[in-house]
């Protein structure tokens, strides 16, 4: 069973900053790549972050954002920095892992945790 825990989320000023971490655990192989996702009401989830060999980000989040992730212990983090309101939404660590060296590939989910940027 693999599940993705994710912890640092919170409520901040406009400007100021967080550190999002989630880690892997359970019956891990291999991990393709890791991530981190959004959705605020009424929107539809979208990525934020991913690390996969390379990292990509959202327009939105370019230069404010830093996504760092350490294979060896099956950890992802995000550097938010310069926090808008509008970055205020549940964030969702996201990872393609291979339980064993015979099964495919598949998505896993983190439940989720709440940033909100308010004054």
């Known amino acids: 069973q693999v599940q993705l825990v994710e912890s640092g989320g919170g409520l901040v000023q406009p400007g100021g900053s967080l550190r999002l971490s989630c880690a892997a655990s359970?019956?891990?192989?291999?991990?393709?790549?890791m991530g981190w996702y959004r959705q605020a009401p009424g929107n539809q989830r979208e990525l934020v972050a991913y690390?996969?060999?390379?990292?990509n980000y959202a327009d939105a989040v370019k230069g404010r954002f830093t996504i760092s992730r350490d294979s060896a212990k099956n950890t992802v983090s995000l550097q938010m920095n310069s926090l808008k309101p509008e970055d205020t939404a549940v964030y969702y660590c996201?990872?393609?892992?291979?339980?064993?060296?015979?099964?495919?590939?598949?998505?896993?989910w983190g439940r989720g945790t709440q940033v909100t940027v308010s004054s």
């Open positions: 690390s996969d060999g390379n990292h």
């Open positions: 996201n990872a393609l892992i291979s339980a064993t060296r015979m099964d495919p590939n598949r998505y896993y």
């Open positions: 359970g019956t891990i192989f291999s991990i393709g790549g």
